[in-house]
């Protein structure tokens, strides 16, 4: 579509502290991107934390990065939220 922008340059993700077993989730992810020949995405929500809008344009910032690739697998591990946020993220 002619109104789309482009998509900007993949970048690294600087942390302060990284997320508990981050090598070891990223290594498991590298692996199934290999044998699905795709990409892998997780969405893991804290308990208290709920999918909202918010979580929408996040997500779609991170198809961003990727690049025009596709299939895309996607894994959501949420306890709930906004149904119709949930399902903007998964289309």
């Not at 579509?1 to 090598?23: G, I, N, Q, S």
């Not at 893991?44 to 895309?72: A, K, M, Y």
Request: proline share 9%; with cysteine.
């Amino acid at each position: 579509m002619a109104d789309e922008l482009p998509a900007p340059p993949p970048t690294e993700r600087e942390f302060k502290r990284p997320p508990v077993l981050f090598e070891k989730t990223q290594a498991m992810v590298r692996v199934l991107e290999e044998k699905l020949e795709a990409a892998f995405i997780t969405y893991w929500n804290s308990p208290n934390g709920s999918v909202c809008q918010n979580d929408v344009v996040g997500l779609h910032e991170v198809l961003r990065s990727l690049g025009d690739r596709e299939p895309v697998h996607l894994l959501v591990k949420s306890d709930g939220g906004d149904g119709q946020a949930s399902l903007r993220m998964v289309s």
